[in-house]
């Protein structure tokens, strides 16, 4: 069995992967597309299995388009990248599965926004469909405050960084969570604290891991949800609604698990990799 994997920086995440690999006499080769082009030729083909691990959606997208091309199973595939990249196209299938999502607004230009705004009242939560580590999710506390991520996200060039998902605002529980799925297996959850300067929970922006107990309903929801997406190696960031339970605020194709590693000692890459040994080899 060959396997490539594919980044575009080496994080901790990605050295835990190669160690794997090594450890357990993998034959594979590390394809860097921030360095190489990938050119769409048959002799792709001599890989079985493409880890798809580069930190941009765009890359990730386009390197498992040219993998499959060729017949390599990519994890995650194209059609999973391309809707866990946008999370308007999650929310999309999310909800037609009848998985709780937060109440949510799509609006695609200022005035749009501000009546998407005054029908979720304050305070709201403004994302973009595309980006990650929390990068311009904003808390909206007032029209002012509004008018202003508004007037902000007109001036960037990129058009999906116009549109606004205008959500309720879910602060119940002072945390979030973190599930991995891996195949039809949930490997695990953990709790991502909100630290005291803070209003999210990423751990890039301090958000703190803490163990969890799993139980039925979260085990369920988070299967259901990485399940409608045919995510074979998905992250699922669940908020905890004081009506609805358990929401699904997000997938990612591209789980990051330092974290999760830490709160519950699970080795991810070495699920991963024996989970390509025992369906690829
Ligand atoms: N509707 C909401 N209510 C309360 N908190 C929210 C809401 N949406 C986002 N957050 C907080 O902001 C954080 C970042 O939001 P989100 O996960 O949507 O963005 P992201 O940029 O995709 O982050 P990630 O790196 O986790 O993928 C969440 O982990 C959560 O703590």
Same mark, same amino acid.
Request: proline share 0%; charged share 25%; hydrophobic share 45%.
């Given at each position: 069995m060959k396997v490539a994997l594919v980044v575009d920086i080496i994080r901790q995440e990605e050295k835990l992967i190669v160690k794997t690999l090594n450890e357990k006499q993998i034959n594979y080769d590390i394809i860097n597309v921030a360095q190489e082009p990938l050119p769409?030729?048959?002799?792709? %083909? +001599?890989?079985?299995?493409a880890i798809i691990r580069a930190i941009s959606m765009y890359r990730s997208l386009y390197a498992s388009a040219v993998f499959e091309s060729v017949g390599v199973h990519t994890i995650n595939s194209m059609e999973v990248i391309s809707t866990a990249g946008d999370k308007i196209l999650t929310y999309s299938k999310l909800y037609k599965a009848g998985i709780p999502i937060p109440d949510s607004i799509i609006s695609m230009s200022p005035d749009a926004t501000l009546k998407a705004y005054e029908q979720i009242g304050y305070p709201l939560i403004d994302k973009p469909p595309i980006g990650s580590w %929390? +990068?311009?999710v904003s808390l909206v506390r007032d029209l002012f405050e509004g008018k202003t991520i508004i007037e902000h996200r007109e001036?960037?060039?990129?058009?999906?960084?116009?549109v606004h998902i205008v959500q309720e605002y879910i602060k119940d529980k002072n945390r979030d969570i973190r599930c991995i799925v891996m195949g039809k297996e949930l490997l695990g959850c953990y709790a991502r604290n909100i630290p005291a300067n803070e209003w999210r929970a990423n751990v890039a922006l301090g958000g703190n891991p803490s163990s969890l107990v799993v139980d039925d309903k979260l085990k369920e929801i988070a299967l259901k949800a990485a399940s409608v997406i045919n995510g074979e190696f998905i992250s699922i960031d669940v908020l905890e609604h004081s009506s609805k339970g358990y929401v699904i605020n997000e997938l990612n194709d591209t789980p990051e698990f330092k974290g999760f590693m830490l709160a519950t000692g699970i080795n991810v890459p070495e699920k991963l990799v024996n989970y390509i040994i025992s369906n690829f080899s």
């Open positions: 769409f030729n048959r002799a792709l %083909g +001599r890989y079985d299995v %929390g +990068r311009m001036m960037l060039g990129n058009s999906a960084l116009k």
